[in-house]
């Protein structure tokens, strides 16, 4: 049946983004090294090298390299002691709160600007409690936050600020890295990301006493043979992951190139469909392209649910990034900030956003193709409604 509704002919799923891979014969000699010296892991030459290289390429004075960006996430609030309450956003990956959960922080969430989708830094203030020890900001799709406004705030009532840049590699803010805006930045390198070393993350560090503490912690809290100063984690990223990091670096800026053409291309062919809307980066910014967000307004034929099933009737996977939003989930809905009238703008993005996919292998035919679904949907697939569990995991 949906056979006959097929309005492109899609055969092999397009999904919203798939894992940028170098030719795998340039890997070879990466593993003919470790096999060699036989380091396998705890800041081996590997590791050493690929932090060097990743201060060099990002503009950041000092980075600690993680298993993934959730523990770096962790490390990074348990490294500046922040207990309490943390300020933070609704509209983001699940780990961005969890990793408050983890250190028995209790997240106070906020609502997010209505252009930007970040944090409402206006927000922030009526927020602050006498428990309050930090503020925790997502560059959402890698759109910096208002970077100044918030530090502002920070200043005033002596907060830390930990940026979620896991969205944002390479961004440039200003002509600076965005990150070396707060006290830390954190970044995630998830086979999704648009730097990946399959899994991987770091923590981005002002000066090195901080790199030197969030090390031990992610060491066990181990300083040398006879000393642990800390209950530390297990996030050091092992030797082939960062192997992996260092050959991935000299394809991303060719990555980002194709992801700004793919950006455009969009952008030309989706601006004449009525009820699409598209998000801008405010200020003056070098952006990465991870994601293509688009907004379905009302004056668009389907909703966004339903453009959502008829684009994966086509073979067309794309995600509702992000929905739901965090503040839904059982283990946050029942705090007072998770209210529905708390966050009106965050329920109103959840509700209209689509990403479509965009990745450097994408071709300008499927681009085509997909527009072409937005630009005439049918409503023949709109009556399959997913359960509530298919919503949140597909
Ligand atoms: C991917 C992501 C994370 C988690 O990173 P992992 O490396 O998958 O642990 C955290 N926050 C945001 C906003 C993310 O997109």
Redesign the pocket.
Known sequence: MLNQNKITGISDPIYVTQPSLPPLEEFIPYLEKIWDKKILTNGGPFHVQLEAALCDYLGVEHISLFT???LA?VTALQSLRITGEVITTPY??V??AHSLLWNGIRPVFIDIDSDTFNIDPSKIEAAITPHTSAIMP?HCYGHPCDIESIQKIADNYNLKVIY?A??AFGVQYNNESVLNHGDLSVL???AT?IFNTF?G?AIVCPDLKTKQRIDHLKNFGIVDEVTVVAPGINGKMSEINAAFGLLQLKYVDQAISRRREIDQLYRELLKKVRGIRFLDARGQVALNFAYFPILIETEYPLSRDNLYETLRAENVFTRRYFYPLISEFPMYRSMPSANRSNLPFAFSAASRVLCLPIYPDLSDEQINQIVQIIEQPTQKHSCVVPSQKQQLFV
């Open positions: 993934n960006g959730t996430l983001s990956f780990a961005t997502v979620d896991a969205h995630s390198f998830h990301k899994e993350g």
